[in-house]
């Protein structure tokens, strides 16, 4: 074999690997020239707007739109085509509130930790035992979803609470001034203590009553027999107020007298028997008993006041871009 053989072949694949890089740095010269003219990252996620630089995503507008989507009726958008449109716009002007919100408690160096979040999360399902994970199935949520969107909430209370409830200030006697113009407001209804034992038939609620009758104490009674989830407590409803309860129980237990067993009443839970302890008549409160509701509703009104103030300030000073290219490609 020629001994020059092996360097010419050498030569031959040197000269190829040049010819296909060149190719290649070529190619790579026209992909991104295309990508540039088309306006597009080929390397980013898209979003759909920009607050003080910080991206709102389209695959995140997307899932907010179709929450809102699904809660509505089935024919609402297609009823109404400027509908679509203006809930398009709702939902991005609330991302935006929203991400002009979660820039400022970046700010403020505010945040939820991990045993927060896990404490709440423990709370809420205590709240909602055993029908959690079916409430979050019905409302075709994924947990995760959930639990990461009831993190973004946790953090707007603590910021709110922070940069704007925490300046909010009401004094006794502004407190005092406002009870003397609307003392109509505090005004004590007439409530009545009163005890119940409820069953399902009419026969038990019979025999019970010959039982009370004979002298049987109402609250021993009603422990063994009423199926009233204060039956743990002997039939114990605490103090009531007119209309708490539904008609025709109503009307039975504010004609008792302190002391009196009332009649077998029917309702669609069951029959019930009733025995009133204690009567307070209606009266007016004085300042002293209803400063804390008092000093309550001026607070709540004042931090109304003081969030729509502070978010309206927010926006003023927040640059937001909305990238209505892709907005219009999306919805086509």
Known sequence: MNNNFFPIM????????????????????????????????????????????????????????????????????????????????????????????????????????????????????????????????????????????????????????????????????????????????????????????????????QKIMKQLTDGSDFAKVAAEESIGPEARNGGDLGFITKQVMPEPLDETIFKLSVGRVSSIVQSPYGFHIFKVLEIQPAKTRSFVESKEEVMSAIRARKEDAAFTGWLEALKMKAVIKKESTVLRNQFK
């Open 10 to 205: 050498a030569a031959i694949k040197k000269m190829v690997g040049i010819i296909l890089s060149k190719n290649y740095i070529i190619f790579l010269i026209l992909f991104f020239a295309v990508v540039a003219c088309d306006n597009i990252n080929f390397f980013s996620r898209p979003y759909v707007a920009t607050v003080n630089g910080a991206k709102i995503y389209l695959d995140e507008y997307q899932v907010k739109l179709s929450q809102k989507t699904s809660m509505l009726p089935k024919d609402s958008l297609a009823n109404q085509p400027n509908f679509r449109k203006r809930l398009e716009e709702e939902v991005l002007d609330s991302m935006v509130t929203d991400k002009i919100m979660y820039l400022r408690a970046q700010e403020l160096d505010i945040s939820i930790s991990s045993d927060e979040l896990e404490k709440k999360i423990t709370e809420i399902k205590q709240d909602y035992g055993k029908g959690f994970y079916q409430l979050l199935a019905q409302e075709n949520l994924r947990y995760e979803q959930w639990k990461e969107d009831l993190k973004k909430e946790m953090l707007l209370q603590k910021l709110i609470a922070a940069d704007v409830n925490a300046h909010v200030r009401v004094s006794e006697d502004e407190a005092e001034d406002y009870f003397n113009e609307h003392r109509d407001m505090y005004k004590a209804e007439s409530r009545v203590h009163v005890l119940q034992i409820v069953v399902r038939d009419f026969a038990k609620a």
